[in-house]
């Protein structure tokens, strides 16, 4: 079945700095892959999102390239700020062809604070 | 335009009473799904409609729990007996629903409601 592993957290930065928040998928076929965020006290929301092998999605100064050959949608910012603390997940959804209608895979979540 | 809307926000129930989750969808978005997120885990997919036609509830963990949608609009997801292992979060999220992308499509995810069974 699909599966989507995220780093371990919590991860803790001070602003400024650079972030790499790596994610791993299995899938059949040729998946989406999404990152989704969860600011405190609100829903989760979409960040940004990749649909084919190759593409950038980007989106608040992240980014994320989908590389079917690594299996991998790392996200990636340059410079965090404090309000860029929130939990952050990776999921996909299967490809076209079977039934499963988008319904999303998530990984476990990869909470992240920033300190000023 | 309103978001994804889910009622109630928190929710206490004794063991094995029973609970009827509400959620109403953005206007005009024919898929809907009702996932379940436990205390530190991603969330994971209980079940979908297109418009009132439940196509896949494979991840319903029991027979306990039932969903519907009869207008295809307000889904309503229902768990009678409640167990101390129902407690989590259950997100509702809505998509516009195009056949040819469905897999490619953003799903706008309500507040969710927050169940805690004693």
Not at chain 2, 14 to 24: I, S
Request: proline share 4%; net charge neutral.
């Amino acid at each position: 079945g699909n599966s989507v592993t995220q780093m371990e957290g919590p991860v803790t930065l001070s602003e400024e700095a650079f972030l790499t928040i790596n994610c791993t998928y299995t899938a059949t076929g040729y998946p989406s892959l999404f990152w989704y965020v969860q600011y405190p006290g609100e829903g989760l929301q979409l960040l940004l999102k990749a649909t084919k092998a190759d593409d950038k999605g980007s989106n608040k100064g992240f980014e994320a390239t989908y590389r079917k050959e690594t299996t991998s949608f790392h996200l990636e910012k340059g410079s965090v700020q404090v309000s860029d603390s929130a939990v952050y997940f990776c999921a996909l959804s299967a490809g076209a062809g079977g039934t499963s209608y988008g319904k999303l895979t998530f990984g476990q979540g990869t909470i992240l604070t920033v300190h000023p | 335009g309103a978001g994804v809307s889910q009622s109630p926000r928190y929710k206490v129930a004794k063991r094995g009473q029973d609970v009827a989750l509400r959620c109403d969808p953005i206007s005009g978005h024919v898929s809907l799904f009702w996932y379940q997120q436990a205390l530190g885990q991603g969330p994971e997919f209980l079940t979908y409609f297109q418009n009132e036609a439940q196509l896949d509830k494979s991840g319903l963990p029991s027979d306990r729990f039932f969903a519907e949608r009869p207008e295809g609009s307000v889904s309503t997801l229902k768990i009678q007996r409640t167990q101390q292992e129902d407690s989590a979060v259950y997100l509702c999220a809505s998509s516009l629903g195009g056949r040819a992308v469905w897999f490619q499509e953003t799903q706008y995810f309500g507040p969710g409601t927050r169940l805690l069974v004693l």
